[in-house]
């Protein structure tokens, strides 16, 4: 197989607070190929922001990234070695601080924010922040980038594009503020646009017409996308492979169809059994029950444990990485659960865990239980 576009091995990225070390990413390991949407999700809190700002060098203090493997295109983002003290140091090769400000960040891999408020600079006009970034990044003179930002907003579906452009942010639509996000996004051709819950303040309507426009601008520059967010329908319309992520872990790893219909994971499971779905009512949705713990503290064995239906003894010792539980041609379906046979830790054998008081729970009507 040829190498992935981006490489993520074993990323730990870590905040030193005064409440003790946040383990926001803790070994994830996961790849984009050219042309794919990669899905990140999970809950609020589960590290799915810091990954990406991890791949792009964004993590600010008191946060670090103290280990792991980034490599893009053959060029290592991040990589540390052992050094002659025993002590880890970069290695070499990695990229300088100014080598991925200038060749790597907007160029090759560009950013898309939840709130275009934070990107967009509100004194000065759409058009105008859009042609000088253009002009900025690439060699093109004034009026070059101008008719360049010009069809750009066509391009991202902004009517009247001509007219729109001497238009200040605030005289856009959310929905409008996030194409226009898009526009800047794809200004420089990237090969790799990490969306961080872009449309997650949208209404679903226009959510719908976003995630349709990316699908199509997707196919038509071959763009790459790794594509965040908590809701598992954005995932299922949008990802052609998908990472779970619960408290700084990937604990399950599969394409798309794989996930939702040999599903493998019990916290996947929970996350689409909370998800609303044409063929459900509402009583049907099932909240997942408690509260994700610190990432300051995660529980020892499996992290999900707490919170898990499945749980056994075992799954408070043992602490799993991800592995192969299925494969679908060259793509590995992983999954870290002990209930699996590709685990051999004696979960069968162990004894269930004392299951939480259901507190959302109702009787079912008319249903055997
Ligand atoms: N600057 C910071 N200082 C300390 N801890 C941080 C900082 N930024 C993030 N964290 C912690 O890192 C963990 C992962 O946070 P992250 O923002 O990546 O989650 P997320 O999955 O993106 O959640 P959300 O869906 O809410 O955006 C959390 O425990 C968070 O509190
Ligand atoms: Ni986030």
């Given at each position: 197989?040829?190498?992935?576009l981006l ?25 984009v190929?050219?042309?794919e949407i990669v ?13 990406s700002?991890?791949l792009l ?48 960040r907007g160029n090759e891999i560009a950013v898309i924010f ?67 996000l898009i526009a800047m996004a794809l200004a420089c051709e990237p090969s790799l646009i990490i969306a961080d819950?872009p ?15 990316v699908?199509?601008l997707q196919?038509?520059y071959d763009t790459s996308f790794i594509w965040v ?141």
């Open positions: 197989m040829a190498e992935p490489r993520v091995e074993n990323l730990k990225t870590q905040f030193f607070t005064e409440s003790g070390t946040v383990r926001a990413v803790d070994g994830i390991s996961f790849t190929d050219e042309g899905g990140l999700v999970g809950e609020s809190g589960a590290g799915k922001s810091v990954a700002m991890s060098r964004l993590v600010e203090n008191p946060g670090e990234i103290v280990a792991g493997e980034i490599t893009y295109k053959g060029q290592t983002i991040f990589g540390l070695e052992e050094g002659p003290d025993g002590e880890p140091r970069e290695r070499a090769e990695m990229l300088s601080e100014q080598e991925v400000r200038q060749q790597i939840q709130d275009p408020m934070e990107s967009l600079n509100p004194v000065f006009t759409v058009g105008g922040q859009l042609r000088e970034f253009i002009e900025l990044n690439r060699d093109l003179s004034k009026d070059e980038a101008k008719r360049e930002a010009i069809e750009m907003l066509r391009e991202v579906g902004i009517p009247d594009p001509e007219d729109r452009y001497g238009e200040y942010p605030h005289q856009f639509s959310g929905g409008m503020r996030q194409r226009v819950e449309t997650t303040a949208l209404d679903v309507t226009v959510e719908g017409q976003i995630l349709d426009l699908d199509d196919e038509k967010t908590h809701d598992m329908g954005v995932v299922a319309e949008i990802c052609d492979r998908v990472n779970v992520m619960y408290l700084g872990e990937i604990v399950e790893q599969a394409p798309v169809d794989e996930l939702f219909h040999d599903t493998h994971h019990p916290y996947t499971n929970a996350l689409l059994n909370s998800m609303p779905r044409p063929d459900r009512t509402v009583e049907d949705l099932e909240a997942i029950r408690g509260v994700m713990p610190e990432a300051v503290d995660p529980p020892a064995g499996c992290r999900f444990h707490t919170r898990c239906p499945d749980a056994r003894e075992a799954c408070r010792r043992v602490h799993p990485e991800p592995a192969e539980v299925a494969r679908d041609g060259e793509y590995v379906h992983r999954s870290a659960c002990i209930k699996h046979d590709a685990f051999d830790v004696g979960y069968d054998e162990s004894a269930p865990l004392e299951e939480a008081p259901q507190l959302t729970t109702t009787p079912e009507r008319g249903e055997d239980r």
